[in-house]
């Protein structure tokens, strides 16, 4: 069975300082991974995805197979930057995805 | 603002009775998934439809229902016999081809007194 982790709940760190939001997965298959961000008041929507290699809003996120992970970074954080942040799984076939359980992230001024 | 719709944004049922949250979109999406939010858990899958008139169940699906009759339109029933219904439903669609990025519904919260 597929199975996403993300192990903090919370994160907290000041303005400026790395962020680093962890993700692990199980996956039989070859994974399409992604992470969603709800911001406050707003709706769960899509950050960035493993196949792009995109940078969206300064954060990056590099798919480790032999880890099975697809932490997700940023070198400067910003106080915009506070939301839940969702890593999933995309399961071939059915599309639906496999979310983790989430990580608020607070940047403090 | 167009996209995917949830109506109503809160809703209160009594313990016994049957609920039908409606989720619509005008996106031209195939698919249509049903997930639930409750805290410290993440989003479990429901239900997910492919296709008009047919549809599967996700993980948790015992004591929902749901219909696809209209390509816009994927509405979810919680019934009676949904033990823990009280919690956060999200609606999301998606293409089946191409980019297959989920587009989430803004949520309807049921609370069951």
């Known amino acids: 069975a597929q199975r996403v982790t993300q192990p903090e709940k919370l994160l907290s760190v000041f303005k400026g300082a790395p962020v680093e939001l962890k993700c692990n997965y199980s996956y039989s298959g070859s994974p399409e991974l992604f992470w969603y961000v709800q911001y406050s008041r707003q709706r769960l929507q899509l950050l960035l995805r493993?196949?792009s290699r995109e940078s969206i809003k300064g954060f990056t996120a590099d798919l480790n197979k032999g880890e099975t992970s697809f932490h997700l970074k940023k070198p400067f954080a910003q106080e915009e930057d506070s939301a839940m942040y969702y890593c999933a799984l995309s399961s071939t076939g059915r599309r639906a995805l496999t979310f983790g359980s989430g990580t608020r992230l607070q940047v403090q001024p | 603002d167009g996209g995917i719709t949830q109506s109503p944004k809160y809703l209160f049922r009594k313990e016994g009775q049957n609920v039908t949250l409606s989720c619509e979109q005008n996106l031209n999406h195939d698919a249509m998934y049903w997930y639930r939010q409750d805290p410290g858990q993440g989003l479990r899958l429901i239900y997910y439809?492919?296709?008009?008139?047919?549809?599967q169940k996700g993980d948790i699906a015992e004591g929902y229902s749901v219909s696809r009759e209209k390509k816009e339109s994927f509405p979810l029933t919680v019934t009676s016999a949904q033990k823990n219904p009280t919690a956060f439903y999200l609606c999301?669609?998606?293409?089946?081809?191409?980019?297959?990025?989920?587009?989430f519904g803004p949520g309807t919260r049921l609370t069951v007194l």
């Open positions: 999301a669609s998606t293409q089946l081809q191409g980019r297959d990025e989920q587009f």
């Open positions: 439809s492919q296709i008009v008139n047919d549809f």
């Open positions: 493993h196949i």
